[in-house]
């Protein structure tokens, strides 16, 4: 096919699809095209399928989203030429495929209520923010669950005005609608405390005071600042009386990823349909990856260097050593706040564990390894989400381990095309949290968790985060978080799995097709897991 005609088939392509080129973005498309000779149709309707999904401004296209999708598809073109050697003996993933995102690189999204869609934040957004930063915090939770209830069934407005059962339609009333009305009524809201002792449900129309004292509620912990759906009626003193009380449900992840429009929340790049199946069936021959994930590792105790050397020495002797060692905070035994002077002592540590791992030659040359501060590690502050260790820290275990990585609390983790945290194993996200939420969850309840389809406690708190949406849905006065980063915070869509390191027993979970486990606490009862990505399961293993 000679290039007039490849020019000419192009331009018609696009101009069926609505696009008119400008002409470095022409040039882009047909040097893209020209790779692949004898394919060019193909390569042309994979490039302008992936081209949906960018955020258009115009159907006036330059060169900078065409550039932008040929370097997605090149890059996924190089990883599937040199993948991991799924069948090798050493089994594990080329550094090239692991791609960890840092907590503050998730793209901000905002949703839209007039025109119904999500927008992306652009600019920049400085740590300190302002007051409105504050309330949009609250105001930009809502609208994410609003807009997920606005979709279900059960909660939509009804087609036609008919009285339904209670078992049909229960639309969501606003707050504001609530004066002078008798009746049942469903609303939903954040619970807040506007005065002491007395809680409230808000919206954005206005606030009613409730009254839970007989609410029959739903599996998780309610606390403050939770946003909740609940049925009941308007009492004489002007207080909402609360007959059942949930949180918004959830929505399958394909669902909520049909109606993003192509908007990456997780942070890791959008696939088209074609990259997506082709991963799929390489996830399913990647039998032998393994994540080891381990948390409180006190590099500060003997003992526990001791058993951390038996687990290294176990994995380095196995045929197939894994793909990633995943070490979570905290990495000393004593709080490193206002009060602790070793931090010389803390760095000649994280300078003998890189020794360690360097003594393991099969673990350093073929595992990756991972390292995620926790609450109590050093850093600038307590706040979510938390930087990576100080360098200064960490430079002497690097030397040793080059291929160390130094991430953000929580992170995301990608196991893809290219060489931040989140994680993505070809086709799957994987979320990380070291922070002990289990305890504070249970001290900040507003009233004892229902025990009608579970007492398992870590069994509440996966149905809490989840169905908020959110890793920390604590109050801020509890566990504060910068208001212009609590998007990183996000779990919307929902991923394929969340890693909670707790200090609490060691658990795991499968809750709606997520599968979400807490590693336990390395060093109080030397627990760790093994995570197989291919068939999300999860080995709970103990020394």
Known sequence: MNSSTIRKKVERKCKIRGYTLKVEALDEILSFVNRFQGAQDDALDLLLDQLEHESLKSSIIDKDPVHRVVSLLLEAEAAAEDGPDIDGVTGGSSASSIRVIDAFLVPKFRYDPIKK?????????????????????????????????????????????TEMSHFGSCEISPIQSLVGQTGRRWVMGVISQLEDGHFYLEDLTASVEINLSNAKITTGFFLENTIVVAEGEMVLEGVFQVITCGFPPLEDRDKSSKLLAGHDFFGGGILTKEETLRLAELEKRAINDMFVILSDIWLDNEEVMGKLEIVLDGFESVEVVPSLFVFMGNFCSHPCNLS??????????????????????????????????????????????????PKYLTEE????????????NPCRLTFLITDEVEI???????????????????????????????????????ATITHQSHLCPLPLTVQPILWNYDHCLYLYPTPHAIILGDRSEQKAFKYTGITCFNPGSFSNDYTFVAYRPSTQEVELSAL
């Open 117 to 161: 869609t999500f927008y992306e934040h652009t600019g920049g957004l400085p740590i300190h923010g302002e007051a409105s930063a504050k309330a949009a915090l609250y105001k930009d939770r809502f609208l994410l669950l609003f807009q997920r209830i606005a979709r279900d069934q059960h909660f939509s407005k009804p087609a036609f005005d």
């Open 424 to 462: 993505k194993f070809y086709t799957q996200e994987i979320v990380f949290f070291r922070q002990d939420l289990l305890y504070r969850m249970r001290r900040s309840c507003l009233m004892a968790p229902s025990t009608e389809e579970t007492t398992d406690p870590f069994q509440h708190l996966v």
């Open 397 to 408: 275990l690097q030397k040793h381990i080059p291929n160390a990585i130094f991430s953000s």
């Open 340 to 389: 602790f002077h070793s931090f010389s002592s803390l760095r000649s540590q994280f300078a003998k564990l890189g020794q360690l791992i360097g003594a393991h030659p099969r673990l350093k040359e073929h595992s990756r390894f991972l390292f995620i501060p926790g609450p109590d590690d050093a850093g600038p502050s307590t706040v979510l989400p938390r930087c990576a260790l």
